[in-house]
């Protein structure tokens, strides 16, 4: 079992940034790809960023160039920074973990509002 705890959401202006944080529990996070889902109201959840036990990452082209995941495997934590934030980045947040080919455990989400 492994239980999500994302963090960093809140309000922010077009233009500004915004790092979320999702600490994992167990030993064994090292070796699951984590992501970042958001959804929208209204709008279907949707896979933004994923990142590898080794590393690798991909993004959705919605995100490509202004998010970034990454992941810190000694403190079981994946971060997703995201700048150049847009209204139409406003979602629920949501970090996720691959077991073997399905994302099984998630996070209770939070929040991002974009909007001056």
């Known amino acids: 079992q492994v239980q999500l705890v994302e963090s960093g959401g809140g309000l922010v202006q077009p233009g500004g940034s915004l790092r979320l944080s999702c600490a994992a529990s167990?030993?064994?996070?090292?070796?699951?790809?984590m992501g970042w889902y958001r959804q929208a109201p209204g709008s279907q959840r949707e896979l933004i960023a994923r990142?590898?036990?080794?590393?690798?990452?991909n993004y959705a082209d919605s995100v490509k160039g202004r998010f970034a995941i990454s992941r810190d495997n000694a403190k079981n934590t994946v971060y997703l920074q995201m700048n150049s934030l847009k209204p139409e980045d406003t979602a629920d947040y949501y970090c996720?973990?691959?077991?073997?080919?399905?994302?099984?455990?998630w996070g209770q989400g939070t929040q991002v509002t974009v909007s001056s």
């Open positions: 996720a973990v691959d077991k073997f080919g399905v994302w099984t455990y």
């Open positions: 167990g030993s064994i996070f090292s070796i699951y790809t």
């Open positions: 990142i590898t036990s080794g590393g690798v990452t």
